[in-house]
């Protein structure tokens, strides 16, 4: 079973918007990932935030962890048409040995 | 570095059958987990292997097994194949100790069942 729901499940926007995704999960945490997957191939690491992180940024990416609300949100700023693809989040047990991922969100960004 | 190698990347097989998946990983990574991608049920994690012993599993039928060999290689085998195993094969390695670090994935092995 997944541990994390994305909402929402798919998501389209022009070149230029803004792209929020949001995660929630389940149980406590070690750290929650975000990874894009372009069309069926290998998934790609996005960024990490560890549960004692609030906010992290990297590039266009900025990733908000509330761990008393078990949700996480990933912005996408200034989407680009290479931005479309699905995105996941995912989450490690405290245990450290296993990696569960959410549904995912279909990003279509229209040039 | 070379990145995440699988192979085949594409098989078909019929009901019945066994399967054998290849996957390389990174050099120096460790640990290597596999997930099965399917339309309906999403992504789901079936095990993790670090230096040669599975330290976690998922929740699939022993018909789904597999093994790391002392050069971190790892195959992944599924026996008596059945329909609904038709899915996206990814395998995915990190570096050593924990699942702790970002997990390196891939391309997939896309395996049809008929």
């Known amino acids: 079973s997944q541990q994390g729901e994305e909402d929402p499940q798919a998501l389209s926007i022009q070149e230029g918007e803004n792209a929020t995704m949001n995660c929630s999960y389940k149980?406590?945490?070690?750290?929650l990932q975000w990874y894009r997957q372009n069309s069926g191939r290998g998934l790609v690491h996005l960024i990490l935030?560890?549960?004692?992180?609030r906010e992290k940024h990297s590039g266009r990416l900025r990733v908000t962890l509330d761990t008393s609300k078990k949700s996480s949100s990933l912005l996408i700023t200034a989407s680009r048409a290479a931005d479309t693809a699905s995105y996941f989040c995912?989450?490690?047990?405290?245990?450290?040995?296993?990696?569960?991922f959410g549904g995912g969100t279909r990003l279509m960004v229209k040039p | 570095k070379a990145g995440v190698t699988q192979t085949p990347r594409y098989l078909i097989k019929t009901r019945g059958q066994q399967v054998t998946l290849s996957c390389s990983p990174i050099s120096g990574h460790r640990s290597v987990s596999w997930y099965q991608q399917t339309p309906g049920q999403g992504l789901q994690f079936l095990f993790e292997?670090?230096?040669?012993?599975?330290?976690n599993k998922g929740n699939f039928p022993g018909r789904f097994s597999g093994r790391q060999f002392s050069n971190s290689r790892s195959e992944m085998n599924v026996s008596t194949l059945e329909l609904g195993d038709s899915a996206l094969y990814l395998c995915?390695?990190?570096?050593?100790?924990?699942?702790?670090?970002?997990?390196?994935f891939g391309p997939g092995t896309r395996l049809t069942v008929t």
């Open positions: 995915a390695s990190s570096l050593g100790g924990q699942v702790t670090y970002e997990q390196y």
């Open positions: 995912a989450t490690l047990n405290n245990a450290g040995n296993m990696l569960t």
């Open positions: 149980t406590s945490i070690n750290n």
């Open positions: 292997y670090f230096s040669e012993t599975q330290r």
């Open positions: 935030i560890r549960s004692n992180e």
